[in-house]
């Protein structure tokens, strides 16, 4: 029952450290993918807004950001001019990317999905500026590897979580069985009309079931001995021996006449066989053969 106890609660530790840890993780991801957007677009607009040549625009950059920002330069068609990473001869026409279309039509546009150029997810936000499209993007953590990234930490949180729990539950376990030891320390109560009260209320039903069961158990065994001393009474003044064996032979109970008549001496004791009381050949073969044939007949001479 201890075990049973200590392996809910750790089940139940760890499932609960699990459910807080991708809770967590996620508000903390939400709030992390808010803020870089937010970041991203406040520097693109200021960048812009300070009428820079593009060159201009990554050197101010990577002298005020702790973090990279990558810059595509396109005209309307989609033609890259400009990339502050790749070589701009070497990528494909941006004129159906999500954010180039938004910002060629509405002067802005924005977009989140894996960049086929660096092989990460990338925020991208685009500005519609004189007669070029000026796109920057950040690369963002996806959800799984920020989850796997703070895993070390979960599993130290868990353990420590567990080691507690193991304490805890020990302790809460032995309070749990300790009012069951206490009933079964106190049967020799329930036996009689004296008052016995468990710790818990939720134990009165089964105190209550017990106290009922051993008295009628009582009252059963002591017709029983009521009946074997009436039996007793019977068979010790009848003239006739009587001697009652079990299959091995064993005697469970003889009378005083067939005691009187094979061995006066005879005192019976636990498992003491026909043997001990007789060795009388015609008894014996008697016996055996009511074993065979289920009854015999025969006479002891005096």
Do not use: W
Not at 1 to 10: D, G, L
Not at 47 to 69: A, F, G, P, Q, R
Request: aromatic content about 8%.
């Amino acid at each position: 029952m201890q075990k049973k106890i200590f392996r809910s609660i750790c089940y139940t530790v760890f499932a609960s450290v699990l459910v807080f840890a991708i809770v967590a993780v996620s508000i903390v991801y939400n709030f992390y993918k808010t803020q870089a957007e937010s970041q991203l677009r406040s520097v693109a607009n200021v960048i812009i807004y300070n009428d820079l040549t593009v060159e201009e625009m990554v050197e101010n950059l990577e002298k005020s950001l702790t973090y990279n920002v990558r810059i595509t330069q396109t005209d309307f068609e989609g033609n890259v001019i400009f990339d502050s990473i790749k070589d701009a001869s070497s990528l494909e026409n941006h004129g159906e990317r999500k954010e180039i279309k938004d910002a060629l039509e509405y002067g802005i546009g924005s977009d989140t999905r894996d960049s086929k150029t660096t092989g990460s997810i990338n925020y991208y936000y685009a500005v519609k500026d004189g007669e070029s499209i000026y796109r920057f993007s950040r690369e963002r953590s996806s959800f799984l590897s920020m989850f796997l990234g703070r895993v070390p930490v979960m599993l130290c949180v868990a353990g420590l979580v567990i080691a507690v729990a193991t304490v805890v539950s020990m302790k809460l376990s032995e309070n749990a069985i300790k009012p069951i030891q206490n009933i079964v320390a106190n049967l020799d109560v329930l036996d009689t009309t004296q008052e016995f009260k468990p710790e818990y209320k939720e134990l009165y039903p089964i105190v209550s079931a017990m106290k009922k069961m051993s008295q009628r158990l009582h009252k059963y065994i002591n017709r029983l001995k009521e009946e074997k001393e009436k039996i007793t009474l019977i068979t010790d003044n009848m003239v006739e021996g009587m001697i009652l064996l079990d299959e091995e032979g064993n005697i469970l109970s003889v009378n005083k006449s067939a005691v009187e008549t094979l061995n006066p001496s005879f005192e019976i004791e636990e498992e003491t066989h026909i043997l001990v009381l007789t060795r009388n050949a015609q008894l014996i073969e008697a016996l055996e053969s009511a074993e065979k044939n289920g009854s015999a007949m025969g006479s002891i001479p005096n």
